[in-house]
């Protein structure tokens, strides 16, 4: 198993341009996240999935859109880039069997917005 | 009401000895407290975690403690050692209720153990 995958490992954008992190995981879970870390600032969660077809929003949603047509991929599209959505951004993916989860962390695209 | 606030932000501590952690949280419906541990440029995992029926947990040198009637909880290494230096996140979940599978983490803190 590969677990959680991410692509690219880094990229810098140009203010205004766009882009699409995509994110795989090999492990059949159904839930998905997408999370942003900024120094001191923990993990925010941009958006999240509880399924193919199904996507809502987190805590820091603005400036992002997500799709899950598959249970395997669950890509972040940047629509107009900012320097503020310079971060390290983290997909993470997690089997809910009861009353206690793992999320399963991919090892992060980190993104420059100049 | 959905913050988790966590303390230090950074912490040094010699080689053997004991790093202490600290989570405090308001949203009394958490029921799910885990603690991330992540490398330099790796993606966090998890390390350990605990729910509110007991008040420790312990897995080898780490050790959970819970105060449900203070709404906090800390990380305890013991016997810290240099492998053990990263930037550790606590994290809580209302697994009960409609955000059920998400995580409030908290701020994380770089720990540096000394050898």
């Known amino acids: 198993n590969a677990g959680v995958t991410q692509t690219p490992k880094f990229r810098i954008l140009k203010i205004g341009q766009s882009m699409t992190l995509q994110c795989a995981q090999d492990m059949n879970h159904n839930y998905m996240y997408w999370y942003r870390q900024d120094p001191g600032m923990g993990l925010k969660l941009i958006y999240y999935?509880?399924?193919?077809?199904?996507?809502d929003k987190g805590e820091v949603p603005n400036g992002y859109n997500v799709s899950r047509s598959t249970t395997e991929d669950f890509p972040l599209r940047l629509e107009l880039a900012a320097p503020s959505q310079t971060s390290v951004y983290f997909c993470?993916?997690?089997?809910?069997?009861?009353?206690?989860?793992?999320?399963?962390f991919g090892p992060g695209t980190r993104l420059t917005v100049l | 009401q959905q913050q988790v606030k966590q303390s230090p932000q950074s912490l040094i501590v010699q080689k053997g000895g004991i790093s202490i952690i600290n989570c405090a949280y308001e949203?009394?419906?958490?029921?799910?407290f885990p603690w991330y541990q992540q490398f330099p440029g790796k993606g966090p995992a998890l390390l350990i975690a605990?729910?509110?029926?007991?008040s420790e947990k312990k897995e080898g040198r780490f050790t959970i403690s819970f105060n449900k009637s203070a709404k906090q909880f800390s990380l305890h290494i013991m016997d810290s050692q240099p492998g053990d230096s990263a930037t550790y996140f606590c994290a809580a979940s209302n697994t009960g209720g409609t955000s059920y599978g998400k995580l409030t983490f908290g701020q994380g803190t770089i720990l540096t153990v000394h050898p």
């Open positions: 993470a993916s997690s089997r809910l069997t009861g009353l206690a989860f793992e999320q399963f």
């Open positions: 949203n009394t419906a958490f029921d799910y």
């Open positions: 605990i729910r509110p029926d007991v």
């Open positions: 999935s509880v399924g193919a077809g199904i996507t």
